[in-house]
């Protein structure tokens, strides 16, 4: 039988995630989802990066996309310490 399990540095500390999504939430919206930071493309697209407590935290996220009425495009969890892909790319542009 193969199982996987995650072992992280520190198992109390929240995974990160990187939630990316078409379209732009006002500031009215964007404060409902509190200690995550977000970030609004040229493409017409949001990130939303940073800790999440535990998988019912995700899934309530994931909610609040649904009831929003959000296209979702793409769920990253992000090793710890790893920047987000999009944060690489806000750097990379940057330097040139």
């Known amino acids: 039988m193969n199982e996987t399990h995650d072992i992280r540095d520190n198992p109390n500390e929240p995974e990160r995630y990187e939630i990316r999504f078409q379209?732009?939430?006002g500031d009215r919206w964007a404060?409902?989802?509190e200690g995550?930071?977000?970030?609004?493309?040229?493409?017409g697209t949001s990130i939303l990066t940073g800790p999440v407590a535990d998988q019912p935290a995700l899934y309530g996220l994931l909610r609040r996309f649904r009831d929003l009425n959000l296209r979702l495009i793409s769920v990253i969890r992000?090793?710890?310490?790893?920047?987000s892909p999009s944060e690489i790319n806000r750097t990379q542009e940057g330097c040139q």
């Open 23 to 25: 379209g732009y939430l």
């Open 31 to 33: 404060d409902g989802f």
């Open 36 to 43: 995550l930071r977000l970030d609004q493309e040229p493409d």
């Open 78 to 83: 992000l090793e710890p310490q790893q920047e």
